[in-house]
Structures are given as structure tokens and as C-alpha cells.
């Protein structure tokens, strides 16, 4: 029997539940695929997308990040319902959305899975990374699962207190593209964010609903835009786009493609 950790909350979520509340069917759960079994399961936001302990670390504070995390999702949580409704946001509001994109790569099983699948294969995984040796002050690692967790929770925390490269780089351009789907739905999946190849140009998307995906160009596309378009860089520009089934299947295959566990399909 596992040791339950007194103080410390067993339950910790990778995909936030306000996200998750939006993929609800009429019963008040979802139908969740899990990959591992090939076969879908119904489930609720509480039960659903999570790890034991998943922020735990012993270089952090019992419920450190997990506390840090529930705090942020009440700034996100509104501006994301602001986007989705079309209302504009203020320049402060776009760097929480700015990181509401980046804590949702961090925290996700992306970030652990895609860098184990790196060192699988022997490729430019964190650990040689200068940037990444730089932010989280590892530069050799004797025990690679335990470092890339405080990688990842070192990378929340630098985000939030934004200070992280990453995150300030992408803040110099504010502007991202809110797709919204009138037909087939979108999929959500533990992954997180989905970080696009060839098909639309390495850019970063993620589902907020079965209608709504927001996708953030990288940097250099995004001042092309922004100087296409005649844009301020000093105030928040999202473009609202409709997202036809093809974009749909394309975002969705994505999201099978990318989950590690599993993913809701709301179709």
C-alpha cells in the first residue's frame, strides 16, 4: 500500500478543471480515450487529467507549486472567458494569457515525456542545453527523473515571477489568433499545448473548448504580422479566425498524435 504524505494534496492536476469543465456532456461527465488501453471510460474534471503528487519535490515546499498553480487559474480562468466572448484584453491581461501558454507547456506531461523521449534517442535533450542550464542552474545530472521534475517545477515558478527568456521574448509580441469552430469539435488532451510542425509553421496551439483553440505564432512570424497588419506591439491583438473541419482534424490529430495517456473527444 502506498504511503499516503500527510499535508500534501494527493491530487494534482496537469490540465487545468476550468478547461476541462467546458468538454462536459449533458450528465455532467465527458467520454476520456485512454490510449493505454484503447478504450474510452466516462469521467469528471476532478477524476480526470491528473498525477499523485505530480508537483511534489523535495528542493519545494509541500503543496509549493500545486498552491502557486490554484492561484494563477483564478487570473487565467477570466481571461480566457474574454476571449472566447471576444473582448478585447489589456496588455496586462495578454502577458496572463502569455503565461497561462507557457505554465501550460511546463506543467504538462509534454514537458517530462518530450524530454525522456529526447534522451531516448541520444538528441539534444535539456541537459545540454545552455538555456536551459542557465534557468534551472543544472549542469550536471546524476539522476536525469529527478532533475527534469525540478526542471519543470523551476520553470513554473520562473514564469509566474516572469522571469523566464522564454516567456519575456514572446511578451515583446503581443498577438495570437483565437480559432473558433461552428461544426466538428475540438479535442482536448494531457498534453497541453501543442507545439505545430510543417502544418502551421511551428506555431504553438491550445484548446480552450470544443469551439475555441488559440494559437501563438512564433516570435519572428509574429512581428511579421504585427507590421503586415500595422498592429501596436504595445497593446494586446488577437485575430479572430473560423476554423473549418479541416483545421479541426488537423488540430485533433495533433492531440492523438501528442497525448501521452489520453484525450476527451467531445464529437
Known amino acids: 500500500m502506498k504511503k499516503i504524505k500527510k499535508n500534501i494534496k ?32 466516462p469521467k469528471d474534471p476532478g477524476g480526470s487529467m491528473f498525477k499523485e503528487y505530480f508537483y511534489e519535490h523535495d528542493d519545494f515546499n509541500p503543496n509549493e507549486i500545486e498552491d502557486l498553480l490554484a492561484l494563477r487559474e483564478n487570473f487565467y480562468a477570466p481571461v480566457i472567458e474574454k476571449i472566447i466572448n471576444k473582448k478585447p484584453l489589456t496588455i496586462e491581461e495578454h502577458s496572463v494569457l502569455l503565461e497561462f501558454r507557457h505554465t501550460t507547456y511546463y506543467r504538462s506531461n ?35 527523473e529527478k532533475d527534469i521534475k525540478k526542471s519543470q517545477l523551476r520553470s513554473i515558478k520562473s514564469v509566474i515571477d516572469r522571469t523566464d527568456p522564454v516567456y519575456y521574448i514572446s511578451s515583446l509580441t503581443p498577438i495570437c489568433f483565437l480559432f473558433t469552430s461552428t461544426g466538428k469539435k475540438f479535442m482536448v488532451s494531457d498534453s497541453g499545448s501543442l507545439c505545430g510542425g510543417n502544418e502551421f509553421d511551428g506555431m504553438v496551439a491550445i484548446v480552450l473548448s470544443p469551439n475555441h483553440v488559440i494559437v501563438f505564432p512564433r516570435v519572428k512570424n509574429a512581428l511579421k504580422i504585427i507590421e503586415k497588419l500595422g498592429f501596436n506591439n504595445k497593446k494586446s491583438n488577437i485575430i479572430h479566425e473560423n476554423a473549418d ?19 476527451i473527444n467531445p464529437n
Open 10 to 41: 494527493r491530487v494534482q492536476h496537469f490540465i487545468p478543471q476550468f478547461i476541462l469543465k467546458k468538454f462536459l456532456l449533458p450528465k455532467g461527465r465527458f467520454e476520456l480515450f485512454d490510449k493505454r488501453y484503447n478504450k474510452s471510460l
Open 110 to 144: 509534454e514537458f517530462i515525456g518530450f524530454h525522456n523521449y529526447e534522451k531516448r534517442r541520444s538528441e539534444n535533450d535539456w541537459i545540454e542545453r545552455w538555456d536551459w542550464k542557465s534557468i534551472n542552474g543544472i549542469y550536471n545530472s546524476k539522476d536525469f
Open 245 to 263: 473541419d479541416k483545421f479541426v482534424n488537423l488540430i485533433n490529430n495533433k492531440v492523438i498524435e501528442n497525448s501521452f495517456e489520453y484525450y
